[in-house]
């Protein structure tokens, strides 16, 4: 194995044409603009995600299997206006909250995501080998990866990143001129023994002191809907402890399982509570649009995130954490999460069934399922091009239906980019919905034989 | 004066031990970390901030005459019951406010900054030379001002600053490993000639290709409390687009004005749009506990702002959004800003007269009148260092009073360091703390001799 990856990990001194046209050219690129500094020419041009919305806003008639919002139906309304209704009515707790904050965050919410931390994991804070000080509220979980590659990274390091992972992460490393490594993952998650060979590719390419940090969502990937195994979790946090590296785990699903137990975390396995970065926000499992989201870090990370944070807003806005903290104290968080499960485990099955019903049937389709999350990842015949600029996505479009193309969801080196591969998302649409998509997808896969 | 400042902008090739005691140590200490971006290590250290809260805390009986934050007391907590109660109750609209937004924000908010700007500074939008899409919603305008420092920003590149100027955004310049130089600025604001000889000066050191924008407090300064005049407006924009700079108006403070009538912004006079950007927010005229803010950004620079609002956080809380948008269609917002001037007047006042009282009896003191925000800026005899680490600061705190050292508003370069300057907030003490707050310094002051 290390051979094959010694070869796909490419040497930044020599790039092959084929080398460039691995990389997903549509999530960040970059451009000539008089001015600007090197990291905003970094992240110019074209999104992947404002093509999709400039689609989705050019036909309106489009069943969306692209966006990763939430069920729109699904949102705590109520829940929301008995916790303002309490905030605001007194007086005292009321003013607090419209003041400034701190930068770490509102410390009785920082103690419920404590609590609720300790509990999931089943561990005391001793265990765990944490203190309330490592947990710091960011605005949702992307603020916090944001800081994390701030903090972590300069021009030319690297983090090793499950192939596929996700793209917005995989941009900001890019857009610090870090390079994103891909490393393989199964039906298991990343392959520790991948992670450890692609490490050693990298020792000798003479790079291995670049590596900052590998990157995982432990839960129902995005895209993959994978879930790190049990046996490989303490694996990749002693890889990780072993080498010098953080471990940043994205926990941004953990909440949204609708078949089977939870698991205990990576950052559980890190009983030195130095190694694993946990990211994780309410914003699947409660709100986005109120956009509270926490990091729980490694002691020595705390003042460096801290400080950049301090720089960014010095604090997230203390109103939207004041109300999280009284959902918690309401106890209505879990009964919320508990009624959306039961709501998106029909939407993943009904997704999972017109897979099944419409898509399998068609030659080197395939699809794992999940057992949670947002997502459902699919391969196709490695002759389909699934791109923006590939044969399938306009006709998928004509046919009424709308996919992000897996190729964005690729590091820049390791694992070649998955060209066939496609991310569904089941969170926004109807049941009936989403078998319709899939439908009008499998005819348009249909129409390029 | 091109020569005076000659010798004040420092050569970053040849340090001397003066220059090195002239730059503002405990805003932004380095320290070597393993691991960490050089970014992180710039920013780490002892933040004067975090030096402020731990005295605070350690003496819980100081009149703190430190702290930016608004008046507990008048927050608008009725409006924010209306407000949410109304949103929340619209079932379809409160779904929309607690899903994702856009990463430019919520096009009623955008719309209403966007009018309201207008009206403020007398223009239609075709004399103004703006369109709708220049308008961002940021979390607070400290966002917005990070994100127009890392587009702008590559080590060593420099950015002209009213001295003193608003420290936060002088150590995100710093933090990017981009010069903070300090031009002179008087009772009118920064003063355009020696923004002029400050360009010269470094255009001699070969330097002048590094300069990427001016950054100006237009309205009651923070720290300074002293707003650019009307002549100098128009001045400035003519500077910056003749040299090809962005020109940065932070208008944070613009509706705190307790006399004199409203001037228009650096922005109107920007009949292109092309070379102001401008960081305004409702966290002092409304609640910083929501956290609003917005630019109004030059056509050129969206995209690449949008990029990294796109990185962090695609987009701030919609929640947030559609309750400000909420308290303009209530017409909620002016009212509340004018009981708030009544109020902030009463407190300018009871600090302008504890300062004739108790300080201008002190030979060598002096302090302008400001005409709104939240700050008077004190120079004490040149022979008085105010610093953390000077003998004024602890004795202020024996005396039972806390301040802000006016060194951690200078500049790196440039105009020197005011080693003998004072910030005073007078947000959130009551006239009678705030009038024992002041007797208490002049007691410290006089115990010097």
Tied chains: 1, 2.
Aim: hydrophobic share 40%; proline share 5%.
């Amino acid at each position: 194995m290390s051979e094959t990856l010694t070869t796909m990990v490419a040497d930044p001194a020599e790039k092959s044409p084929d080398q460039v046209k691995r990389t997903a050219p549509s999530r960040c690129r970059e451009t000539q603009s008089r001015g600007l500094s090197q990291r905003a020419r970094r992240a110019q041009g074209e999104t992947v995600v404002s093509t999709l919305m400039a689609k989705t806003l050019a036909h309106p008639e489009l069943i969306s299997l692209a966006a990763g919002f939430v069920d729109a139906t699904r949102l705590p309304v109520e829940t929301m206006l008995k916790a303002t209704g309490a905030v605001l009515a007194d007086g005292k707790r009321a003013r607090a909250a419209l003041q400034y904050g701190t930068t770490a965050g509102y410390a009785p919410l920082r103690q419920a995501i404590f609590d609720r931390l300790l509990v999931a994991d089943g561990q005391t804070a001793e265990q765990a080998g944490l203190t309330l000080g490592q947990i710091v509220i960011t605005s949702g979980s992307n603020q916090l990866l944001h800081h994390v590659g701030e903090v972590l990274l300069d021009p030319d390091d690297i983090v090793l990143c499950a192939a596929p992972s996700y793209f917005v992460f995989l941009g900001i490393i890019e857009s610090l001129g870090a390079v994103t490594v891909g490393v393989e993952a199964d039906e298991q998650g990343i392959v520790p023994e991948a992670v450890e060979a692609t490490l050693a590719a990298l020792e000798k390419q003479g790079r291995a002191g670049r590596v900052k940090a590998i990157y995982v969502t432990s839960y129902f990937d995005n895209p993959s809907g994978v879930s790190v195994s049990s046996r490989r979790r303490p694996a990749l946090v002693d890889i990780a402890a072993r080498h010098g590296l953080y471990l940043i785990e994205d926990v941004a699903y953990r909440e949204l399982r609708y078949r089977g137990d939870d698991l205990p975390s990576l950052r559980s396995f890190d009983a030195g509570g130095d190694t694993v970065i946990q990211a994780g926000t309410f914003s699947k499992s409660f709100s986005p649009g109120i956009r509270v989201g926490w990091g729980v870090l490694p002691r020595e990370l705390v003042g460096p995130v801290l400080a950049q944070k301090g720089h960014l807003d010095f604090g997230s806005a203390n109103f939207n954490q004041t109300l999280m903290a009284e959902v918690f104290a309401r106890d209505a968080f879990d009964p919320h999460v508990q009624r959306l499960r039961d709501h998106y485990r029909e939407k993943m099955n009904a997704a999972l069934q017109a897979v099944d019903e419409f898509l399998r049937p068609i030659d080197g389709v395939r699809c794992e399922s999940p057992a949670g999350g947002l997502y459902v990842w699919l391969r196709l015949p490695e002759t389909i091009d699934t791109g923006l600029e590939g044969p399938l996505f306009d006709r998928a479009v004509e046919e009424g239906v709308l996919y992000v193309p897996g190729e964005v969801c690729y590091p820049r080196e390791g694992v070649p980019v998955g060209r066939n591969t496609i991310r569904l998302s089941f969170g926004i649409q109807s049941c009936e919905s989403i078998r319709d998509g899939v439908k009008s997808l499998a005819r348009a896969i249909r129409r390029l034989d």
